[in-house]
């Protein structure tokens, strides 16, 4: 716990209350439980709006979008709690395939960035998959923002399992991400050490971020993941010895393979 301590202070006062196999570290089973049900709650609601929208006939891509980001929040839920990946895996497909037919012109490419690193490291189906990077490529095609421009790091997952697509140079973030491409090209053994500090610097990184401390407000947080960085160990086939305990790197989830 000494490395959580010194992020944000203190001891844990939750720690003992969380069983031995729930990953997130912030909160304890009591929370995550009642989270869940928050989450299905608002999977249900959302579908009766979307059903509502249906029948007045002004249904919009957007209603697709926000039941697939229930469920990716869901399935981040579930892994943060503990549960199986096995368990996870049919949560994520359902957010993969509401997600793919959610996109409009000002789609915000956060959430692009965790669908396909987690599809990738969930090995989904390609029809799937490429459902994600559809909706990736959509965005480079027709965007709304004036500064948009095909991102590196998506398109060097993407690349990871596909070999179609662009090879784009430029980020949307560079702020984020510039250290994190800049660990795709390099060596293993320097990759893996640079890795190490990405993941020590992760979430200062992120202090501007909607979920940003999410962990100090009620029924917010989710967990904290930095599933690029187990996206990327897991393409260059990186020795995460050095980060495997790092608090926001998806460990099992990396090193999971799908039956």
């Not at 640079?194 to 989710?222: G, I």
Request: with cysteine.
């Amino acid at each position: 716990m000494g490395f959580l301590n010194k992020l944000f202070g203190g001891s844990n006062t939750q720690e003992d209350a969380r069983p031995a196999g729930q990953r997130a570290q912030l909160k304890n089973a009591k929370y995550f439980e009642t989270a869940l049900k928050e989450r299905d709650a608002t999977i249900a609601q959302d579908i009766q709006t979307r059903e509502m929208m249906i029948a007045q006939g002004k249904a919009a891509p957007y209603h697709d979008w926000a039941l697939g980001v229930d469920y990716l929040n869901k399935f981040t839920t579930l892994y943060s709690m503990g549960t199986p990946i096995d368990q996870c895996y049919g949560v994520f497909i359902q957010a993969a395939d509401w997600y793919a037919k959610g996109w409009e012109e000002d789609s915000a490419a956060a959430d692009m960035l965790e669908m396909i690193s987690i599809g990738y490291l969930l090995q989904i189906p390609d029809d799937q998959f490429k459902g994600i990077v559809q909706y990736i490529a959509q965005s480079d095609a027709g965007s709304d923002y004036p500064d948009w421009q095909p991102d590196a790091i998506l398109w060097f997952i993407i690349h990871g399992r596909l070999a179609e697509g662009p090879h784009p140079e430029g980020l949307l973030a560079p702020e984020l991400y510039q250290s994190l491409l800049a660990i795709t090209r390099m060596n293993k053994e320097d990759a893996a050490a640079a890795m190490k500090q990405y993941l020590e610097n992760w979430y200062d990184l992120h202090r501007s971020d909607p979920w940003y401390d999410s962990h100090k407000r009620d029924h917010a947080y989710s967990g904290y993941w930095s599933w690029e960085a187990g996206a990327i160990t897991k393409i260059m086939g990186l020795d995460d010895s050095s980060y495997k305990d790092n608090p926001y790197y998806p460990y099992d989830l990396v090193h999971w393979s799908k039956s």
